[in-house]
């Protein structure tokens, strides 16, 4: 059974923006939005926490990223801005027990959707 599905990804020119979108069939109050580039490990992007909508962002991406949830839905979104060819990568969204960020700490995982940046 499928429990998280990403949509959204696609091919975006430098500057513009793009919304990736995580919808969930699994009930979890923590949620967040790895991406993983080729050649490199996959790394923390963002983190809600379902019920009250706690938010973390990493560090280099807070003043571009945004996550955010709607509850009525069961989706998650990442909003991403300015989008610049090293965000080139496919992003996961994942489902965990705790708040973390580190991707070895989520055991539920969507099959992922490439965004992909042209400079």
């Known amino acids: 059974q499928v429990q998280l599905v990403e949509s959204g990804g696609g091919l975006v020119q430098a500057g513009g923006s793009l919304r990736v979108s995580c919808a969930r069939s699994?009930?979890?109050?923590?949620m967040a939005w790895f991406r993983q580039a080729p050649g490199k490990e996959r790394e923390f992007v963002a983190f809600?926490?379902?019920?009250?909508?706690?938010?973390d962002v990493a560090d280099s991406l807070k003043t571009r990223f945004n996550i955010s949830r709607d509850t009525a839905k069961n989706m998650m979104y990442l909003q991403m801005d300015s989008l610049k060819f090293e965000d080139t990568a496919v992003y996961y969204c994942?489902?965990?027990?705790?708040?973390?960020?580190?991707?070895?700490?989520?055991?539920?995982w969507g099959q992922g959707t490439q965004v992909t940046v042209s400079s």
């Open positions: 699994v009930r979890r109050d923590y």
């Open positions: 809600i926490w379902w019920p009250g909508s706690t938010t």
């Open positions: 994942a489902a965990g027990h705790h708040y973390s960020r580190k991707s070895n700490d989520y055991d539920l």
